[in-house]
């Protein structure tokens, strides 16, 4: 296994491990080489298959729910080697990640409702990325979705709490 | 018939689709993901406008009323059939759209069905999606050349290039904003004709005017429409035109692809059904109008044109022809933009190495080459791209079922895949230009064969 492929399959489990655990999340969030990118859909399907296989994740179910996934004990155990104890605090006492902590931080800072595109240039997280925190965040409440167009973020206060706090 | 209220309200429009399509939406579209899916940021209220102006097309709002001439307010049908599957989407294909992560249906296939499955899907998506787009386009060049005596490929042309630059500009962020524009202008239009003739004439008027109308066609979803039949008018057959045109259609993939979350994605498109299925009635309304002014033995599409000639009052004329001219645009812009996503992200980028910086440049030069070539069928084969097309929808049926396979079975490999797609497609082609499609819509015995080699693959695999 590639030390790449390694780095993608823990992200992945980190990922589920935060609730960003549909599909969509994984092909939106996970980077791939120039070689790969025409077959992001394939190639997270390859890891799933994997990881599934490893038992690491499971699937939610059958049908539509396929594409939704749990972590198991042995990916968390997985996940937890890999990463700082720092970070294995936050995803267990919050439920987010990093890149989580670093927008609900952002809007604390910035004090204002912030679209996409200003998250991205600010945290230097990928667009594509965005949305599928910002989605784990409202759904974990800590943020709030607003736009008739465009999106627009904002902190609620468990996000404050949460920001400040952590 | 042209004159300077006509002139202006077609100025106005084409002003506003400026302002929204380029000047607008510039700046938004800064990454691929913006350019294709929106960056997934759509709300709901949008994604309901911009669903339910792809339904009022420059075909549908011309056909809804004929319909109604004809059949009263049995020829809702034309849109609700649209409405039921759009109503349906979500629960079924429209979720998988979403929770794939997949830009375009051909890409979601792969994963389970492999790349030459893709690369068939693709190309059938292609083909269906550049016909759809050039009727369009011969659509709106009639439209203007009926008012102001231009050229029809002049017409063509001119908002050839009009559309061509705000989907190049910001690719699928162009096409929402301006969507929801022209679905505005086009109620606008049709309320504006509806109220015009209730107000002048009253309701009455269509049991007492000079060709009454009888009381079964005010029967909504009724009227006199045949309900059973395998070809149009049916209101089973419209049933399967739509959903054909709905599930398996590129563009419908990519407008769920775009939304906010799952939530929003149930709500926009429900509530683009509901009012797809509320403006049907609106629209039927001049339909039934039209019958008692003009009498019977009027066909077709020139059903509008001769009730607003009978109208006569220019606002109003003019009102309706933006409606008809935001009908059209709203859905050639859609398809173009579907057609733009399936070649970029099918076929371009899955085989050639394309760095992230160069990405943008080559999605706005394809969307500008493919308008062209849109452009181009439409004044040299006008005719050819209407039959063409009507064979394009039956395409959707084998790949209908893959999508169904990949979200919820998953039992066929990659040969298996291969002969759902090439069986009923070849099986199509054969009777869609033979006599047999003189009695049977092709359509309906390309989903049958679909669906019988389906269940012999699915029985097959338990026994």
Redesign the interface.
Known sequence: MTKEVEKQKIKVLKMIYTNRN???????SISFS??A??????K??EFVDELIKEQMIESNG???N???FRITEKGKRAVSENLSAEELELIEKYGIDMDGLNILKLLLRRRKNL???QISSMTNIP??E??SIC?ML?GKKYIT?S?????YVRLTPLGEKTAKEA | MANIEVLMAILIYSLAIILAGIVFVRK?A??E??LIVC?????A??TAAAQVSICVSGGFLPLLIAYSYVFGFGGVWIWWAWGIMTLAYPFVIG??S?????YTPA??I???HG?SSRVIVGALLVYSLFFLTAIQYVGVGSVLSGFFGIDRNLGILLVGILMSLYIATGGLWSV??TDVLQIIFATVGILGLVIYFVSTFGWDYLFTGPHPISPQKLVIGIGTIPFFGWKSPAVMSMLMFNLLLVWGGAYYWQRGAAV??EKTLKLGFIAGGIAAIILAVLGAIIGLYGYVLLGPGLKGVGVLGNILTKVGIPWLVGLMLVALFAATMSTADATTMGMATVVW?DFI???????EDKAMRNIRVIVLVLSAIAILLAIFAPYQAVRFYVFGTMLYSPILLLLIDA????ILTEKLALILLIVPTVIGLIVQFSYISKTVDPTWLTIVVAVIIYVIVYIGRKV
């Open positions: 549909k599909f969509n999340d994984l092909t939106d120039e070689e990118r025409g077959i992001r859909l394939a997270v399907k059958g049908g539509i396929w594409y939704i679209n996409y595109d667009l594509e965005i949305a989605e409202e979705r736009g008739l167009f465009r999106v | 938004w800064t990454r993901s913006s960056g997934r940021e759509v709300g209220f949008v979720i998988f979403r929770r794939s992560g997949a890409e979601a792969e994963a389970f790349t929402t904003v906010r979350s992200n980028k899955k085989f050639k190495k394309i760095p979200a919820y079975l998953r």
